[in-house]
Nanobody, 125 residues
Framework: QVQLVESGGGLVQAGGSLRLSCAASGRTFSNYYMGWFRQAPGKEREFVASTIAPSWSGPRTYYADSVKGRFTISRDNAKNTVYLQMNSLKPEDTAVYYC???????????????WGQGTQAVVSS
């Protein structure tokens, strides 16, 4: 049974940083897209970032415009884990962050085959 377990959320002041982790178990996802979505109160879930690192090429990363230059996604295929380093956080980054894994690209409109349970990040002003 596949499980995605997120950690690293919390409360931080504006300008601060958080690092989210998502550990996958149940199967290997080395050739899958792994990424993050978020959902703020009263808003729809939105794409944040994703990464693919197939064995035959280097890693590629994708970001929503709203987080480019502030967030960095990375992965460790040996640990089946994806990370999201969030710097220069703003109050509008407050949301529940969900880890997602998909065999195809993770995008604004895509779904995902696997989802984590979510981790809350709150950025105070």
């Amino acid at each position: 049974q596949v499980q995605l377990v997120e950690s690293g959320g919390g409360l931080v002041q504006a300008g601060g940083s958080l690092r989210l982790s998502c550990a996958a178990s149940g199967r290997t996802f080395s050739n899958y897209y792994m990424g993050w979505f978020r959902q703020a109160p009263g808003k729809e879930r939105e794409f944040v970032a994703s990464t693919i690192a197939p064995s035959w090429s280097g890693p590629r990363t994708y970001y929503a415009d709203s987080v480019k230059g502030r967030f960095t996604i990375s992965r460790d295929n040996a640990k089946n884990t994806v990370y999201l380093q969030m710097n220069s956080l703003k109050p509008e980054d407050t949301a529940v962050y969900y880890c997602a894994v998909n065999s195809g690209p993770l995008t604004v409109t895509s779904g995902a085959e696997y989802w984590g349970q979510g981790t809350q990040a709150v950025v105070s002003s």
